[in-house]
């Protein structure tokens, strides 16, 4: 099982951001500081938009 990184986008702001998608702690926006994602013990929980795959 290997994770890959996708591209974001944060719903508040707009900005774009590459994340894991088996993260282990919560991703935050870098701009608005806006939770983009909650871990869940495999993938992630997302909570914007996804753009694509990397």
């Avoid at 774009?16 to 991703?27: D, H, P, R």
Wanted: hydrophobic letters at 40%; one cysteine or more.
């Amino acid at each position: 099982m290997v994770g890959q990184f996708i591209k974001v986008k944060c719903s508040k702001c707009n900005n774009e951001q590459n994340i894991f998608n088996k993260a282990s702690t919560v991703i935050k926006c870098v701009v608005c500081n806006e939770i983009l994602a909650e871990p869940t013990g495999g993938k992630i929980k997302l909570k914007a938009d996804i753009i694509s795959n990397l």
